[in-house]
């Protein structure tokens, strides 16, 4: 079946650090590739995604590039805030016997910025 | 717009108890799913429902149960508890209106439920 593995956090930065949380996936097919993002006491909101091969999501300063020939959505950021001290999901989509989507997530990624 | 809520936030059961964890949606959505956030094995899929009526099993049903008898509602229920069902609970809804190739699930705040 389809999986996503994650690099294994805790993930610890200086403020303005350069950030690369590693992703890879398992699939068949081509899904859709997602960052989720967990704030403390919260549940997940989408960060960004790609849909296709080559594809590049960005939000909030953080991009990721749908890498087909190596099967990997790597997240990065240049300069990193407090703020952004989270856990972070990738996911892909994958579609059900009723014809939905469902997710598929990694173990998540705990970064912590300090300032 | 509340968008997807859960009921309640915390609780404590002891082993063999039952409750019901209850997520609501005002966005209109057909899809829900609940999901359990266990440390180091990120959210796994417990049960889905792709509509009112219909609901099937994810990734790890064993113990739970769930029913779907109003499009905005999604039950999840633990008839027996157990320790090995402590976690934190997510409920995500989503439907197919949005575009096809831009699905994005939207996340309730999370039940934390302990059993001792």
């Known amino acids: 079946g389809n999986s996503v593995t994650q690099m294994e956090g805790p993930v610890t930065l200086s403020e303005e650090a350069f950030l690369t949380i590693n992703c890879t996936y398992t699939?068949?097919?081509?899904?859709?590739l997602f960052w989720y993002v967990q704030y403390p006491g919260e549940g997940l909101q989408l960060l960004l995604k790609?849909?296709?091969?080559?594809d590049k999501g960005s939000n909030k300063g953080f991009e990721a590039t749908y890498r087909k020939e190596t099967t990997s959505f790597h997240l990065e950021k240049g300069s990193v805030q407090v703020s952004d001290s989270a856990v972070y999901f990738c996911?892909?989509?994958?579609?059900?016997?009723?014809?939905?989507?469902?997710?598929?997530f990694g173990t998540g990624t705990r970064l912590t910025i300090i300032p | 717009n509340a968008g997807v809520t859960q009921t309640p936030k915390f609780r404590v059961l002891k082993t063999g108890q039952s409750m019901t964890l209850l997520c609501a949606q005002d966005?209109?959505?057909?899809?829900m799913y609940w999901y359990r956030q266990d440390p180091g094995m990120g959210l796994r899929l417990i049960h889905y429902?792709?509509?009112?009526?219909?609901?099937a099993k994810g990734e790890v049903p064993d113990g739970y149960n769930v029913s779907r008898l109003k499009k905005q509602n999604f039950l999840l229920g633990l008839e027996s508890a157990a320790p090995s069902q402590t976690s934190v609970y997510f409920c995500?809804?989503?439907?197919?209106?949005?575009?096809?190739?831009?699905?994005?699930?939207?996340f309730g705040p999370g039940t934390r439920l302990t059993v001792t």
């Open positions: 966005m209109n959505h057909e899809y």
């Open positions: 699939a068949t097919g081509y899904p859709s």
């Open positions: 996911a892909l989509s994958d579609k059900t016997n009723f014809g939905n989507e469902k997710l598929t």
């Open positions: 790609a849909t296709k091969a080559d």
């Open positions: 429902s792709v509509g009112e009526g219909t609901t």
């Open positions: 995500a809804s989503t439907t197919p209106g949005l575009a096809e190739s831009s699905y994005e699930q939207y």
